[in-house]
């Protein structure tokens, strides 16, 4: 993919490294307003699906709202709230917690992790960050009659009806099929596409698409963690729905329809908010933190320097 800059890495007053990536940004209407580098070229969400795969687990019967609907949807750190969510949804369904077969992990919050393994703790799949989508798929599974020693196979009703859905609120068919960190099949879209989608949940006034908009945005904590990014965004912006995707992915939608996704090539974490809230802002959106508008560089523990959108972006 041919991607373009879109953050500087500054260091005091040099330009120590740069990040390239791909950026679309869709108005209310859904059309491009900004375009940088390919934004229709097929990539993998990763973990920004996990909005429209909760929303295919709801037309299917699952019945999650509130926190755990908001879980569903999450890379959560790992915090307890998290951890007993995961247990919660399994348990309403009669399931065991060995039923999980996503990948055994600690918690990836920082605060998260240190009092995990002050207790001695080790890896497991309920603390992985993809539990809470595992828990539902696992209970989604249970409300249909459907198999669960199974529900990762690409051929499972399951993610066929989370294939339909992705092909149906992105606008376009499916262009490459992948496994995820999780173990779950993982379905690539374009970024143009993943806007479409997010525009589409955010700006829904009834049905399940409102129900996702509205667990998501009321109970951001769940679908992040106490301190991420994620739920800064979402705390700070009415109404948004927003989600954070390994590989240097992210996206938002608004309710007014508007939209933002990218992915920054170099697959780094510590730009993509940057890029995403200098796309927000040159749309014109009010509300995005300016704690998120840049990245601190670090020397010896304090700032230093910033990671900072590059001029295409900044405007």
Sequence with gaps: MAHELVAEVWRGDFLESVHHG???????????????????????PRSSNKPVQALAMLRHGLDLDGELLALACASHSGEDFHVEGVTAILERHGLPLSALQCTPDLPI???????????????APRYMNCSGKHAAMLATCVVNGWSTHDYLDPA????????????????????????????APLFGISLTGLARAFGSLASAREGHELRVARAMSAHPEWVGGTNRDVTKLMRAIPGAVAKDGAEGVYAIGLPSGEAVACKIA??????????????????????????????????HGRAVGAIRPSPVLAG
């Design 109 to 123: 919050g920082e605060d998260a992790l240190k009092a995990h393994l002050a207790r001695g703790l080790g890896k």
């Design 266 to 299: 170099d697959g780094s974490s510590r730009a993509r908010a940057v890029v995403l809230v200098a796309a927000l802002r040159r749309l014109g959106v009010a509300g995005a933190p300016d704690e998120l508008a840049t990245f601190p560089v670090l020397g």
């Design 22 to 44: 791909s950026v679309v940004a869709l108005d209310a209407a859904g059309r491009r307003v900004l375009a940088v580098g390919r934004p229709d070229d097929i990539t993998y």
């Design 156 to 183: 499972h009703p399951l993610q066929g009806a989370i294939r339909d859905t992705l092909e149906e609120l992105a606008g376009e068919r499916i262009g490459a099929e992948g496994v995820d960190g999780c173990g």
